[in-house]
């Protein structure tokens, strides 16, 4: 993968997200965009915030919303993720004081989706790449997202990710086999904290236990 942004550029967005969900949480408010945003970061682009929670050596996802498709400047998505995924992830209560130097933040910026064109759904496992592609999977008013990064941590194959993503859409596990189940992919450029408040690097590994 050709890398669009800059260790800097994912130091500064990761920094902002941190801020932001302190700020959500503590003052009850989101940061204005900094005036030192780069110009690069200012561009239309999707994104999500990941939040994971460490305790005694454990790993559990605590928040996880973004904007999927380039529709608001990324240092902008990025504030309005982060505080979506500090409070207002439906599978999750708030992200309370306490529990904030607990919180890692990992950031996803993501490419445009692009539909996968096939004709038979079998060629599905042949174009779909696990570790590179995130995928949406679409169904009427159904319709579910998962990040490149998920099927790695959870070591699934390129079926098992088909069928967590129609899962995440609310549909049957087998809908990727219907041929009005439509999908898109992405690729990702991702950011995160080694640990709580800690050093900020590009594609980081948090242990799953």
């Known amino acids: 993968m ?7 550029d994912g130091i500064f967005l990761v920094k902002l997200a941190r801020r932001t969900v302190d700020d959500v949480v503590k003052i009850k408010q989101k940061p204005e965009t900094p005036e030192d945003t780069p110009d690069r970061l200012r561009n239309k682009s999707g994104v999500f915030v990941t939040l994971n929670s460490i305790l005694d050596n454990r790993v559990s996802l605590r928040g996880c919303i973004g904007r999927p498709y380039p529709t608001s400047p990324l240092v902008e998505a990025t504030i309005d993720s982060a505080v979506d995924s500090t409070v207002n992830d439906p599978r999750f209560p708030a992200i309370t004081q306490k529990e904030l130097d607990s919180i890692i933040v990992d950031l996803s910026v993501l490419t445009p989706p692009k539909k996968i064109e096939y004709t038979k759904p079998e060629e599905l496992l042949e174009l779909i790449k696990v570790g590179r592609d995130g995928l949406i999977a679409s169904r009427g008013v159904f319709r579910g997202l998962l990040l490149p990064q998920v099927p790695v941590d959870w070591k699934w194959d390129t079926k098992e990710f088909l069928e967590h993503t129609c899962n995440k859409a609310g ?7 219907d041929p009005e189940t439509e999908f898109m992919s992405f690729q990702a450029e991702i950011f995160g904290e080694e640990k709580p408040r800690g050093n ?10």
Do not use: C, G
């Open 171 to 177: 549909l049957p596990v087998d809908a990727w086999k």
């Open 2 to 8: 050709v890398y669009t942004f800059s260790d800097e």
């Open 200 to 209: 900020i690097v590009r594609n980081p590994r948090h242990q799953r236990k």
